[in-house]
């Protein structure tokens, strides 16, 4: 696989930006993927969602006060706008001229999780992932300062029941174990006097806030510092300590380039973040900058995410809804806004299991044979325990391929756009396929290579980048 094809895939989701990469170099691209502008304005869909608390107040209330009837078409509305938000982010990664800011923010989405299945509010879950995109290229700590005083990770992690005298531990424990520290670099004391500190923040209008009367105004003493210490001051705090660098460090080459960093590259790379104020900004930079001048392909497996868009944009597919792409990562266990706990998806070898690369195997069977979900059907918001119902219809596919060469530069030509390396048995069977006496200029020749790109897709080599 060359350069530009590989590091399209890691920085964004296809090879759609491999061109850019080859003509603008790839210190260039990540400048104008810095520079990249994004929607600010609400989606038409939330229009009509409770947004304030008041609002929130007066909707719970209608839906009791109507008719069981009445309740659950109100609550099925709410479903719709939920699985269009999905739709909505997922129209972002495809369509963006330089998808890493929404690379960046699905890495943040997986950082700092808070489903909305238990949020439950549509409106602050796009208020928590408009945080992680207005931040995405920014400062940690800044980020770490908003995120836990968002309402949707107030509602997540319970600090609503967080209060003086009666203490919820579980947003504390998290911004110590899973945002920021990692395992080992703190105490019980910590997590306690981190409650204490926390208790209060509880929901707001456009963010969390403090309540007078359920906040606990005496001396903490966190990381052997005491005070009346509040939200921010932990974050400074626990910016100040020494392995504070080294967890998301770890966690953004895990999610850009390898699925087992060495601990020398962590401290490496955690080292100059630190170096820089915690800059996201510089700390990609030079990640990408010097991990692309080496030989290190094939080091890590593709997400559900990469390897639905790659497999799309590849068959020139138009006309694919997002909510099909949706359904499509809930199977394969990677459902955006829903994370099955708040470590957020393993990676690695979680995305190779063997009913995974089945569902991959069935995917790319019926994507190249032209077939994809009945949309009529799909669309259809099922009732609680329900599957959607499965048809499909037909859609036009082609794969971009050189017409003027022969099966060895076509077989060559997509092993360098797909392949991280090529076996000699795997040579042999691509030849098998597509053989030397292949006419690409020939009627059906389409068809030929489509199901020489079908081998491709399952082969392990495919799997990874």
Not at 278 to 290: A, N
């Amino acid at each position: 696989m060359n350069k530009s094809n590989l590091w399209s895939l890691r920085l964004g989701f296809s090879s759609k930006q491999a061109a850019q990469i080859e003509s603008l170099g790839i210190e260039k691209f990540l400048k104008q993927s810095f520079a990249s502008k994004y929607e600010k304005h609400i989606p038409q869909f939330l229009e009509d969602d409770p947004k304030t608390l008041a609002e929130l107040k007066e909707f719970r209330n209608k839906i009791k006060e109507t008719t069981s009837a009445e309740g659950k078409k109100v609550l099925k509305q709410q479903l719709r706008n939920s699985s269009e938000l999905k739709s909505w982010w997922i129209d972002k990664m495809r369509n963006d001229a330089f998808p890493l800011r929404e690379k960046m923010v699905c890495f943040w989405h997986n950082h700092f999780v808070a489903t909305s299945q238990k949020v439950k509010v549509n409106y602050w879950v796009y208020q928590h992932n408009m945080i992680l995109r207005e931040n995405a290229f920014g400062n940690f700590k800044e980020l770490t300062k908003k995120i836990i005083k968002s309402n949707a990770m107030v509602k997540y992690l319970d600090n609503v029941d967080n209060k003086k005298g009666s203490y919820n531990e579980n947003l504390s424990r998290e911004l110590l174990e899973l945002f920021t520290l990692g395992i080992g670099n703190y105490t019980e004391n910590d997590i306690k006097n981190g409650a204490r500190a926390l208790a209060g923040l509880n929901l707001g209008e456009d963010a969390a806030v403090y309540r007078r009367f359920i906040e606990d105004n005496s001396d903490k003493t966190y990381f052997g510092k005491t005070g009346n210490w509040k939200a921010d001051d932990l974050v400074d705090i626990i910016f100040e300590q020494k392995n504070i660098p080294y967890l998301i460090t770890k966690k953004i080459l895990k999610w850009l380039v390898y699925d087992n960093p060495s601990d020398a590259m962590v401290i490496y790379y955690g080292d100059y973040f630190r170096k820089m104020n915690f800059e996201i900004q510089p700390l990609l930079t030079k990640i990408v900058t010097e991990e692309y001048v080496k030989n290190n392909s094939g080091s890590k497996i593709k997400d559900p995410l990469l390897y639905i868009l790659q497999l799309i944009d590849e068959l020139q597919i138009k006309d694919v809804e997002s909510k099909m792409i949706a359904f499509f990562l809930k199977q394969q266990g990677m459902e955006l806004f829903n994370q099955v706990n708040v470590k957020g998806w393993d990676g690695g070898n979680s995305w190779l299991t063997s009913q995974i690369y089945l569902q991959r195997n069935n995917t790319a069977d019926m994507l190249c044979n032209g077939k994809i979900l009945n949309r009529k059907e799909f669309n259809n918001i099922p009732e609680e325990g329900e599957q959607p119902k499965i048809s499909f219809e037909k859609i036009n596919i082609s794969l971009h391929f050189d017409t003027n060469g022969n099966n060895k530069k076509i077989i060559a030509d997509l092993s360098n756009r797909l392949l991280f390396q090529v076996e000699d048995d795997t040579q042999k069977d691509m030849e098998n396929l597509l053989k030397y006496d292949f006419d690409a200029k020939e009627a059906h020749a389409n068809n030929a290579v489509l199901r020489l790109f079908n081998y491709i897709t399952k082969t392990p080599e495919y799997q990874l980048i």
